[in-house]
């Protein structure tokens, strides 16, 4: 079972960043996936979630309106929109599989002028 994450970097307060994460090794299309993120010195949080059919999406409070979860079955990807950044959301940014182990071995966002 691997997950692995892509797509961070450091961007500019206000820009926008698209994270992917492609599974393998189990069935991905059958499982709820989610994003989670770690701050640097904090611990790690939920960010954002999606049924395994993609037919409903979930996301902290602290992301809504900004971050967008999304998937494609067909690819076994789950990916997340990153639009409006902050300073905030600096943190290693992790995939996992719900319900089970599986988790990523995350993605560097760093956002700062």
């Known amino acids: 079972v691997q997950l692995v994450e892509s797509g961070g970097g450091l961007v500019q307060p206000g820009g926008s960043l698209r994270l992917s994460c492609v599974g393998s090794?189990?069935?991905?299309?059958?499982?709820?996936m989610s994003w989670y993120r770690q701050p640097p010195g904090k611990e790690r949080e939920y960010v954002a979630g999606?049924?395994?059919?993609?037919?409903?999406?979930f996301y902290s409070d602290s992301v809504k309106g900004r971050f967008a979860i999304s998937r494609d079955n067909a690819k076994d990807t789950v990916y997340l929109q990153m639009n409006s950044l902050k300073p905030e959301d600096t943190a290693v940014y992790y995939c996992?599989?719900?319900?089970?182990?599986?988790w990523g071995q995350g993605t560097q966002v760093t956002v700062s002028s």
């Open positions: 090794g189990f069935t991905f299309g059958s499982l709820a």
């Open positions: 996992h599989a719900a319900a089970t182990s599986f």
């Open positions: 999606i049924t395994n059919e993609g037919g409903r999406t």
